[in-house]
């Protein structure tokens, strides 16, 4: 009896622990400065803020039975002193706009009206605005982004890693065509104000996009644009082909600008960003330097493999120095295929755009989430960004779905 009393307090101590651990102080850009705005919250994915200061946070699982957090600060102190739950279904996506506010779980996207005070009329009974989008347990987070026009976008990620017969084992060819390209594989548009709608009422916008976790519509140029996450077991499957060390950093990691109907070319190739080529995978005869589909797009940029871009955001605001306007933050996530590799991701960066196209080369913005520097098992990382928005007055902040925690990044300069 003693020994399970212990083994029971040992286990709530180490519970405590984890979640009493000294707050990270994140690395930043100089005259920046972070706060910690929310915490102990589980898995915090996407999130967003609307304009009147209130941080919306979308939840993975569910917390005491609810998947949407919303946090309001009533008396202008900077400190969230109101809560509101509600959503009993976990999930990814969530966005803000035309007085409502949309929440996606792993199969539909849902919709809160919201009223004069910018509560949810009723939160218990939202209007299901999309249904039977495929989950398949792989990818199945549903990632969504507004235009401003009438349109929602939701990533239906691929359930497989490269389309195999078998998935991921080793030998066994891809698929050729890819079935899966049907209904999951890339980006499906709908209408932001239609009950129930299904696939067949969508439109499939882009297809050949493993699994997109970061999108975001560019307002300057009134464009959609995504990271991917690009396939794996590269080294595992083809060590022949590629070493451990190339396997750990092939394939990119992509950002791309997604016009109608554009293709990005999985399962059928990669993003080498080495060769800056697209190649054939070698499940479709590939070796390593054979190039394929020709017409495919290219990405604007390609990161090292297995960052995990888990969130897209253009920066609106006058807050930051103007070299950061209409440039992109992009929250790596950090993956679990690098290995023997040290892990890499765990931070946000920046690329400075003008005009939707690529100015410069990606830097480190945000980093320190991990409370350790380099790990080398993605578990060891304390935090880990997931999600990230911007608030009325320019600030950003960055959400984590490790421990639950959201900053705030302010410029403080001036």
Not at 200 to 215: F, H, K, M, P, W
Not at 294 to 304: D, Y
Not at 352 to 364: A, H, L, R, S, Y
Request: aromatic share 12%.
């Amino acid at each position: 009896m003693r020994t399970l009393f212990f083994v029971v307090l040992t286990g709530l101590f180490q519970s405590f622990a984890a979640w009493t651990q000294t707050p990270v102080t994140l690395k930043l850009p100089e005259g920046f400065e972070a706060t910690q705005v929310a915490a102990n919250w589980g898995r915090v994915r996407h999130i967003a803020v609307h304009p009147n200061g209130d941080l919306y946070m979308k939840l993975e699982r569910l917390k005491q039975g609810n998947g949407i957090i919303r946090l309001r600060d009533t008396n202008g102190d900077g400190v969230y002193d109101d809560t509101l739950q509600f959503g009993n279904y976990p999930g990814t996506g969530i966005a803000l706009g035309g007085g409502y506010l949309y929440a996606s779980s792993n199969q539909a996207i849902y919709r809160y009206k919201l009223n004069a005070q910018q509560d949810p009329i009723d939160p218990n009974n939202p209007e299901r605005i999309v249904q039977g989008l495929v989950d398949k347990g792989q990818h199945a987070s549903k990632s969504i982004t507004l235009d401003g026009k009438g349109h929602v976008y939701v990533n239906i990620g691929a359930p497989s890693n490269v389309c195999q017969v078998r998935d991921r084992f080793q030998g066994s060819p891809g698929m050729m065509p890819c079935t899966l390209l049907d209904s999951a594989g890339g980006i499906w548009q709908f209408r932001m104000d239609k009950i129930d709608q299904s696939y067949a009422e969508g439109v499939r916008y882009a297809t050949g996009l493993r699994n997109v976790v970061g999108l975001d519509w560019n307002p300057f140029v009134q464009d959609l644009f995504v990271t991917v996450h690009g396939r794996d077991m590269l080294h595992q499957h083809y060590p022949e082909l590629y070493d451990a060390k190339l396997g750990a950093e092939l394939p990119a990691e992509t950002f791309y600008r997604i016009p109608k109907g554009a293709d990005g070319g999985w399962p059928y190739v990669y993003w080498d960003q080495f060769q800056k080529k697209k190649i054939l995978s070698p499940e479709y005869g590939g070796d390593g330097k054979k190039e394929g589909a020709p017409g495919a797009m290219e990405p604007l940029m390609g990161f090292p493999g297995h960052l995990a871009p888990n969130a897209l955001l253009f920066y609106q605001g006058n807050q930051f120095p103007a070299q950061y306007r209409e440039g992109a933050f992009i929250a790596f996530h950090g993956s679990w295929n690098r290995s023997p590799e040290i892990q890499e991701g765990f931070y946000v960066v920046f690329v400075p755009m003008k005009g939707g196209k690529v100015t410069g080369d990606w830097e480190i913005f945000a980093d320190g989430f991990t409370g350790k520097g380099k790990v080398s098992n993605p578990r060891d990382a304390q935090h880990r960004p997931c999600g990230l928005a911007m608030g009325p007055d320019g600030s950003i902040y960055v959400s984590d779905d490790a421990r639950g925690m959201v900053w705030k990044i302010e410029y403080k300069r001036k």
